[in-house]
């Protein structure tokens, strides 16, 4: 199996929502951003996948001197030998990819984040970088249009955020910040324990409604900054938009009720909002 094969078989076999925006790229810049989202699978598979956390570890250190010889000219992963050849043009950096592996190593180390500014710092991590190096791939003219990517790369993980209250939970992760759950008098017990009635309350209810509210105050914030001169060329980064904030909204209509269950989206249905955003421009 060639390298290219391995990223598109990786990315494919993901379901994700950024799959079926890639679908309407040019061949260059799809070959780019599917390469740059496998690597992002294959080092967040190391820290959800891998059970001993010594293991993880060691993995995450391979992935880092991966990274480091890759750019040096040596590649031996695959994700790496179909990423590098097109790093150059669209400016993808050894740093980028150090920062995603640093937000999974805080995965890895951390289970719980005090305040919301915490998790920023998180979310740039894993969100803001990657929506920096989707927005080059895409294609911009404007230095603004970075903002732009990093907000939006942080709505979306907060849509995970969202969606993943009891998968993390079972994983014994709470990502909603301590603070938080403390303001509307959130017990961590009760989200981690998820016993009937799966910790359905209304606290649990006004904490959920916060997350979702500053999650749509972030879409917003960063749907401004898009400047027009863009907005053609960010088209698949407005196509995830539309596909996670449908998410959130359906998320929003069925009352949270993330605790026991993990709300998505069929295939059929992404692929209607991306083909509908590229049609409409927005």
Known sequence: MSPEQYVQ??????????????????????????AFYAFCREVDDVVDETLDPGVAATKLQWWRREVAQAFAG??????MKALLPLAPEFGIEARHLDAV????????????????????????L??????????N??????????????????????TNIIRDVGDDARRGRIYLPLSELQRFEVKAHE??????????????????????????????????????????AQKPGLMMANIYRTLLREIEAQGFQVLHQRTSLTP?????????THLRGC
């Open 9 to 34: 078989d990786k990315a494919a076999r993901s379901g994700s929502s950024f799959y079926y925006a890639f679908l309407f790229l040019p061949p260059a810049r799809r070959a780019a951003i599917t």
């Open 74 to 79: 040596q590649a031996s992963h695959p994700v």
């Open 101 to 124: 592996i640093d937000g999974c190593q805080t995965d890895l180390e951390q289970t719980r984040f005090l305040d919301f500014a915490a998790l920023e710092r998180y979310c740039h």
């Open 126 to 135: 894993v969100a803001g970088v990657v929506g920096e190096v989707a927005a």
């Open 137 to 158: 791939i895409f294609g911009r003219t404007q230095a603004t249009t970075i903002e732009y990517a990093h907000l939006l790369g942080r709505a979306m993980q907060l």
């Open 191 to 232: 989200l981690l324990r998820r016993e009937a009635p799966w910790g359905y309350s209304t606290r649990f209810d006004a904490l959920m409604r916060f997350q979702a509210e500053r999650a749509h105050a972030t879409y917003d914030r960063a749907l401004a900054l898009l400047p027009d001169a863009d907005r053609v």
């Open 268 to 276: 059929l249905r992404k692929l209607w909002i991306a083909t509908r």
